[in-house]
């Protein structure tokens, strides 16, 4: 086994996957002898991109396989939002904000799991605790994951100890007006007009089981009512039309608008529309429009479930 610890956020990376495992392998290295690397599992997002960028740091490598690799996991404990072949590697810690998943050790572990609005205030508050101050641009990753996570603290999974730790981190980071830099981060995310229903529905997709049942719930974000308008006829015929491709017994889209704070639920698939008119009583007879719905994780994988579950 070679002498590096990988640090690594889950696959379809998203901005705090990638930012937390730059910044978690950062503090590693500074308060240990080791040698710990970030690595990715998958294509960084055009929002990632941004945040790389403005704050001129690389993506980290591209991990394609855990045997025989040491590897410690932040935002997520899920086998399968995990690397290839996680059982054959060792994971050394767990660092993240979400259910408790099906990751299995052979050993105790470090497993750090706070309800918090995301990762990288968990790893910030690492910072703290060793007393490391995080150099500019790793506090620029650090605060642009918690804007991403929280929708620049709008979503219900957003706590106080998210907003003070990115308050903390703009001033580290410089970033003067936290609103702004966050919309220019969201619109970089959302150039959605040059993309393909495929690329628009992977960015954010996430598959599920409960009872029975295995679904999907895809998300998209937009700060632009008529882009995300203009998206729903378009991502209903591409969820129709390539259905079983998907390998599940129901796919859900968010069409999510940070602004306005609330969700198109789009629903496809044999008892889809259904489920979500049990899950979530939807005001209207012919669409699911969920007013304040903007979390996934917290307002709408729950009520799925307890739904399927039941049946
Ligand atoms: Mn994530
Ligand atoms: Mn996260």
């Not at 410089?174 to 529905?201: C, H, P, R, V, W």
């Amino acid at each position: 086994m070679e002498n590096l610890t990988w640090v690594i956020g889950h696959k379809n990376p998203d901005t705090d996957s990638i930012c937390s495992a730059l910044a978690y392998a950062a503090l590693k290295n500074e308060v240990t002898m080791e040698g710990f690397v970030a690595g990715r599992l998958g294509d960084v997002s055009p929002e990632t991109q941004f945040v790389l960028d403005h704050f001129g740091v690389n993506a980290p490598e591209l991990l394609a396989d855990g045997k025989d690799k040491m590897l410690i996991l932040v935002d997520h404990n899920e086998v399968a939002q995990s690397v290839d072949n996680l059982n054959e590697g060792v994971i050394k810690e767990i660092i993240d904000h979400h259910k408790i998943g099906d990751v299995q050790t052979k050993e105790p572990i470090l497993f750090r799991n706070m309800p918090l609005g995301c990762t990288a205030t968990i790893i910030y508050m690492n910072y703290l605790e060793y007393d490391v101050k995080p150099a500019p641009a790793i506090a620029g990753l650090l605060c642009s994951a918690i804007l991403s996570d929280t929708l620049a603290f709008r979503s219900p999974t957003c706590t106080k100890m998210d907003k003070m730790a990115a308050e903390e981190l703009a001033g580290i980071a410089g970033i003067e007006d936290i609103q702004a830099y966050a919309k220019d981060m969201f619109a970089a995310g959302s150039n959605l007009a040059e993309k393909t229903e495929k690329e628009i529905f992977y960015l954010d997709f996430k598959k599920f089981t409960a009872g029975n049942t295995t679904y999907g719930v895809g998300q998209v974000t937009s700060m632009n009512a008529d882009e995300l308008a203009a998206l729903k006829g378009r991502m209903e015929k591409y969820m129709q039309d390539t259905f079983a491709e998907h390998e599940a017994d129901m796919l859900f889209f968010m069409l999510t608008d940070i602004l306005e704070e609330g969700s198109e639920l789009l629903c496809v698939g044999e008892g889809a529309v259904e489920t979500a008119k049990a899950a979530f009583h939807p005001e209207s007879t012919d669409r699911v429009y969920l007013p304040g719905a903007v979390s996934r994780k917290k307002q709408i994988i729950p009520q799925l479930t307890e739904v399927l579950e039941a049946k």
